[in-house]
């Protein structure tokens, strides 16, 4: 039987702060809280959730796993806009200019994207 995934862990020197973004950013929320780890997850708690684990030192390259996310039951410029208003920042890493994503960071730098199509876009195979 093969292993299935049960957590995202995302490092930052202020786990709460990286928590409560990405709670906003997904409508999910804070499921357990300890003194170096928040958990967070969809109501209800089904995984894979996210653990935001406290690190003594800041990011300083390059992700090497990032989230990719989609808008959903908006379109991309909104939820752009959302994204911007919760307190994502755009990054360069390197993306070409006309890349079809767009390439933020959540409030301690850890990159993810916003891809081009939404979810109802990519459930109709547009």
Known sequence: MPSALAVIVIDAVNPRLVADFWCAVLGWDVL???????????PGGAPPGIDVCRVPEAKTSKNRLHLDLRADGTDRAAELARLLGLGARPVDVGQPPDASWVVLADPEGNEFCLLSRTVQEAADGI
């Open 32 to 42: 357990e809280e300890e003194d170096d780890i928040v958990s967070i997850g969809p």
